[in-house]
């Protein structure tokens, strides 16, 4: 449980332990960023949109790592919230955080076309995302052409080809949309716009649940009983890396 403490990132006082514990919302996002930022080629001074950031721990990692200037946008997490936090930790120049649905966009116009340099996503994609259409009507106009986009959506290794398995059906909703990374492929390989680079399977989803399930959040406990029935056999993440071409 210690390995990602150990990192440099981890051992500045920018994240404690309980400080990410604290503003955990699921599976460690700061993580799944981590490994798949490693592929975006940042640069100091790009806009970068954290979409689905929640309490903002993914804009402050892009922010302290890679001197970019983020926009924070999540639709449970109050903005106000989000601003006090990147007040403490000294990030309010370089973090904006937005409190919008991502349907709204482009309709609503809180930045213009092409505004942002790369687009980061972490954990919420499934929630919204999971149609032909979503990326290039609500995404790709607001992405810089040749911008890059970085998506890691939770699904599974393998399809339910029998339905939802026993031992998982005591857990199950209709709206979780997990699929598999070559369901997400084939997904995203429709877009007009989005060129895809890497859609593969995370190397980090065993570590990032156990850090979830460590903490006392009310729902990483609830997830406690589903992630020992799931015993290791069917949850993955989906990791994707593109750029813009339009």
């Known amino acids: 449980m210690d390995a990602i403490f150990s990192r440099d990132l981890f051992s500045r006082d920018l994240f404690s332990r309980e400080y990410v514990h604290a503003n955990m919302m699921g599976p460690n996002a700061l993580l799944l960023a981590e490994e798949v930022c490693a592929s975006l080629a940042l640069k100091p001074g790009m806009r970068v949109l954290d979409l689905g ?11 302290s790592q890679f001197g970019v200037e983020v926009v924070a946008m999540d639709l449970w997490i109050a ?28 309709h609503q116009k809180p930045f213009p076309e092409n505004s942002f340099d790369a687009l980061l996503n972490i954990d919420s ?3 919204f995302g999971a149609s032909s259409s979503f990326f290039d009507s609500h995404l790709a106009p607001v992405i810089k052409p040749g911008g890059r986009v970085a998506i890691v959506v939770p699904g599974l290794k393998t399809p339910f080809n ?37 859609c ?3 190397e980090c989803c065993e570590q990032a649940w156990l850090e979830w399930l460590a903490c006392d959040n009310p729902y990483a406990i609830r997830d406690r009983d589903m992630m020992k029935a799931e015993n290791g056999r069917w949850f993955n993440f989906t990791k994707m890396t593109g750029s813009i071409n339009k």
């Open 53 to 63: 950031c929640g309490t903002g721990l993914t804009s402050m990692y892009l922010a």
């Open 79 to 106: 903005a106000a919230d989000n601003a006090q936090r990147f007040e403490e930790k000294g990030m309010s120049q370089q973090i904006t955080p937005l409190n919008m649905d991502v349907a709204d966009l482009p």
């Open 125 to 127: 994609y499934h929630y």
């Open 162 to 198: 029998q339905g939802v398995p026993p031992e998982l059906a005591p857990f199950w909703q209709p709206e979780i949309n997990f699929f598999t990374v070559d369901w997400w492929r084939q997904l995203w390989q429709q877009s007009a716009f989005l060129q895809i680079d890497m």
């Open 200 to 202: 593969t399977e995370s």
